[in-house]
């Protein structure tokens, strides 16, 4: 077996391994029967790169893949970061950088050998840890489960171009499924050693809900921030060599752990030597919920393993079982359309609600606004909460381009629950409400705030915060009919940047009772 398949085969190396040329390597020392070789060499040393210090390897004239080739040589380092965030830690970035190849003087072949070369990490487990860096895409599932080789030099595509690990350091604490999925309690940061009840807050349902948006998932390693997030415990996976039943090998492919446990290793699957390290871990919108959920003192804390989740007291409840787009509802508002999302019943207690709607997604605004997220990215949409609605009433409105004549969701989930496509038809009526959208939202930078109103008249537009008090006016006096367009950067009305948070932009005035929208500043 070429040495290079041997990253992929975690049998083969009980410790870790950093490979950013893994061929057939030889070195060369130069004894008087080698003399056509180029003399090898191994060189380390600490250098600063960037302010950073950095301790460097580098692979000078080693022959690769072929000892019969004496032209055929290579050039490579890598290079270890200190990681400065957190004292302790030392989870730094890795970088691998590529030189020349062939030039040897000392014979008159060119030929150099770069075939089934494999670039990468490779963990400890016996089972598959290892990440590939020959895959650029930065779908981290992707990278973990390739066992792609290269054939051309550089690797990384041109000399002056190299390949980054970029670590995300995290002090491992030990806590499955506590909420802290953004590592507030960890020393140095704003909680550290403060109870539960202080160390999760809204952020850590919002790093859940804003991966999910997005589709970029949490750091999946062992007391990382999805083995913090994962507050029902049923989202551990693995990657397996093995067959159901353990008695055959097959392709490698993911299979997940959905059983819920107090502890990460008691129920484990009997799968080829299976272990700790071998065990990755993912968040959905409902954890988010959960929190959401905790954070309104409606369970007691996380993780939560109890089957039933109190809504009020002792009280039982029938739950919504999935959701629908009424489309027949929709409203214009410009070239947009607003959607509502209804439930199938009522519900009291956490709520998520997740999905890929084919199309651009403008905004996703929620009904009702207390102890509820909402956060759309491309045309994936998430939401979560701790919420009591009935099935009358819309539980968000969706906006997209008026354009769009059918949806094909995707990726459904519904309160943690994977569920089957939905095709939904558009159908629309001319606008009949004063509505308000906010794009983006979250805020980063600016936002546009789109005011439709049905009846002229003379309105105020302004900003609170989440005190009730207002912090910025962005229209006062008569607006006319139709759609007017504001924007806002995050100031209020001295200018002054305010601090990140939820705030609320109300238009009132002419008759019209109060309409409100939330926007999360997150700059």
């Given at each position: 077996?070429?040495i ?7 049998q083969?190396f009980?410790r870790n391994v950093?490979?950013p040329f893994?061929?057939?390597?030889y070195m060369r020392?130069?004894p008087?029967?080698?003399l056509?070789?180029?003399?090898s ?18 692979w000078?004239?080693?022959?690769i ?5 004496p032209s ?12 400065t965030q ?15 190849i062939?030039?040897?003087?000392n014979t008159s072949q ?6 089934n ?5 490779k963990g400890s487990s016996p089972q598959?840890?290892w990440i590939?860096?020959l895959?650029f895409g930065?779908n981290?599932?992707?990278a973990?489960t ?7 030099w550089?690797p990384?595509?041109?000399?002056d ?5 970029q670590?995300?350091p995290r ?6 499924g506590?909420g ?5 309690q960890?020393?140095?940061?704003r909680h ?5 009840n202080i ?5 850590d ?14 750091d999946s390693?062992?007391?990382r921030?999805a083995?913090k997030?994962d507050v ?5 996976y693995?990657?397996s060599?093995?067959?159901?039943n353990?008695?055959a090998?097959?392709p490698?492919?993911r299979?997940?752990i959905r ?6 290793t008691?129920?484990l699957?009997?799968?080829n030597?299976?272990?700790i ?6 968040v959905n919108?409902?954890d988010a919920?959960?929190?959401?959920h905790?954070?309104?003192g409606r369970?007691?804390?996380l993780?939560w393993l109890?089957?039933?989740v109190v809504?009020?007291?002792?009280l ?5 079982r999935t ?8 409203v214009?508002?410009g070239?947009m359309?607003r959607v ?5 019943g009522?519900?009291?207690?956490p ?5 890929d709607a084919g199309v ?5 605004e ?9 956060l759309?990215?491309g045309?994936?949409?998430a939401i ?5 609605l009935s ?6 409105w969706?906006?997209?381009?008026s354009?769009?004549e059918?949806?094909?969701?995707t990726?459904?989930e519904?309160n943690g629950?994977r569920?089957?496509?939905k095709i939904?038809r558009?159908?629309a009526s ?13 805020l980063t ?12 008249g003379?309105?105020t537009?302004a900003?609170?915060d ?5 912090v910025s006016t962005l ?6 009919k139709?759609?007017l367009?504001v ?8 200018g002054n940047t ?7 932009c109300?238009?009132e ?6 309409v409100?929208?939330s926007?999360?500043l997150?700059?």
């Open positions: 077996m070429n290079a398949t041997r990253l992929f085969d975690g083969q009980p950093v490979a893994w061929g057939d390597h020392v130069g008087p029967s080698e056509q070789y180029m003399q060499q191994v060189l380390t040393r600490l250098v600063t790169v960037g302010g950073r210090q950095a301790f460097c390897i580098e000078r004239n080693l022959n893949n072929d000892e019969t080739v055929s040589v290579g050039n490579f380092q890598v290079y270890l970061y200190q990681q957190i004292i302790g830690n030392f989870q730094g970035d890795i970088e691998f950088a590529y030189g020349t062939g030039g040897n003087p060119q030929t150099v050998v770069t075939r070369a494999s670039v990468g990490l598959g840890d590939n860096g895959e930065g981290i599932n992707v973990r390739s066992t792609r080789l290269t054939n051309v550089p990384s595509g041109a000399t171009t190299t390949i980054v690990f670590a995300i002090v491992r604490l030990d806590v499955w506590d802290d999925a953004d590592f507030s960890a020393p140095g940061e550290a050693g403060r109870p539960q160390f999760v807050t809204a952020n349902a919002l790093t859940i809900l804003r991966s999910v948006a997005t589709g970029i998932p949490l390693l062992y007391r921030p083995f997030g029902d415990h049923n989202g551990r693995y990657y060599t093995r067959n159901w353990n008695t090998d097959t490698l492919y299979r997940e059983t819920r446990s107090l502890y990460y008691d129920d699957p009997n799968d030597s299976l272990d390290r071998s065990i990755y871990f993912y919108a409902y919920a959960l929190i959401m905790y954070l309104g369970i007691p804390e993780p109890i089957d039933s809504p009020a007291g002792k039982a409840y029938e739950r919504a959701f629908e787009l009424r489309t027949q509802e929709a214009k508002v070239s359309l509502p999302i209804y439930l199938d009522d519900n009291v207690g709520l998520s609600i997740a999905f651009p997604i403008e905004s996703v929620l009904t009702a606004k207390e102890n509820a997220l909402a759309s990215y045309s994936r949409v979560a909460g701790s919420v009591d099935a009358g009433e819309p539980v968000a969706l906006t997209i381009p354009t769009a059918v949806l094909h969701l990726d459904v519904f629950d569920q089957s496509d939904v558009i159908t001319e606008p009949v409400e004063t509505t308000i959208i906010a794009s983006p939202n979250p930078t600016t936002t546009t705030i789109l005011v439709t109103i049905p009846t002229p003379i309105y537009l900003i609170y989440a005190q009730g008090r207002r229209a006062s006096g008569v607006l006319a139709g759609t367009p924007t806002w950067n995050g100031t209020d009305h001295m305010l601090p990140n948070g939820t705030y609320f109300r238009l005035g002419s008759g019209i009772g109060n409100v929208t926007i999360v997150d700059r």
